[in-house]
């Protein structure tokens, strides 16, 4: 358990997400954790299903935390930055999640020395199984980075990469589920048009999709070798992919993430 408290300025998705890792991995305790949106509905949702203290003041929740979160939309972000400045404190870490917000952009908005670590995280954090993306700046140090790096590591795995691959890390990890979900979604609707039950064909589309990327991490396998154990001579599979490369298939999840990457490049 951390001897500082957390504070997150956002209570959105991604934020309750990290918050539910947090607790539910015993790094941080409800109490420990404070947390303002400028939604009072939202600040008293996150307070109502996590316990943690959670109000619309985000100068108290600077003020209570020694690691700060800025878990706002990227268009939010100068705005807060504007707002709560002053009341930063040198010792304090801020942690950010927007995408395409540089660490120069974010030193020249709060116009003094602050201990920055820019990350990307992704919403499987909820489950344990998130995916992140960090870098720092040059105040935080090894100490500092070790701490930030567990409270990351809390929730999935979390990588150090070079900051102009940040908004590659976005399209790749940050964005990626929602490619993932649209695919089991298909699957499962294609399911059910061939007569399996709708609950039956979610259990299974989704279990295939986590074994095989399993089978990526755990087997160290390049993953077009898997995908040819799969393809049997005159099978099933290779009609499945001959279709799926007719149709674009991989062309239209490349153009997808390059897209994501343009986008994030000009938040």
């Known amino acids: 358990m951390n001897n500082q408290k957390i504070g997150f300025i956002g209570c959105g998705n991604m934020a309750t997400a990290i918050m539910k890792g947090l607790i539910s991995n015993n790094i941080y305790a409800a109490n420990d954790i404070v947390a303002s ?14 316990g943690v203290a959670a109000s619309t003041d985000n100068i108290s929740t600077v003020k209570g935390c020694g690691i700060l979160v800025l878990a706002v939309k990227p268009q939010y972000y100068e705005t807060v930055i504007v707002e709560i400045r002053d009341s930063i404190k040198p010792e304090q870490i801020i942690i950010t999640i927007a995408p395409g917000k540089t660490i120069a952009w974010l030193e020249e908005k709060f116009a003094k020395p602050v ?3 820019r990350t990307m995280p992704n919403t499987p954090a909820l489950v344990g199984a998130g995916m992140t993306g960090a870098c720092r700046n040059k105040n935080i140090n090894d100490e500092e980075y070790k701490t930030v790096f567990n409270i990351l590591g809390s929730f999935g795995i979390v990588e150090t990469i070079t900051e102009n691959l940040m908004d590659v890390c976005v399209s ?13 979604e298909a699957m499962a609707d294609a399911a059910v048009a061939d007569g399996m039950p709708r609950d039956k064909a979610y259990k299974f589309a989704a279990q295939a999709v986590l074994g095989s990327a399993q089978m990526v991490l755990e087997t160290g396998k390049h993953p077009g070798e898997l995908k040819d154990m799969v393809c049997s001579p005159g099978g099933t599979t290779i009609e499945a992919v001959r279709v799926l490369e007719e149709r674009g298939f991989r062309s239209a999840i490349f153009e997808a993430m390059k897209a994501c990457v343009r986008k994030a490049r000009d938040m």
């Open 172 to 184: 790749v990890s940050g964005s990626s589920p929602a490619y993932v979900y649209i695919l089991i």
């Open 37 to 50: 949106d400028a939604s009072m509905a939202a600040a008293d949702k996150i307070k109502t299903e996590l």
């Open 115 to 117: 201990k920055l670590v």
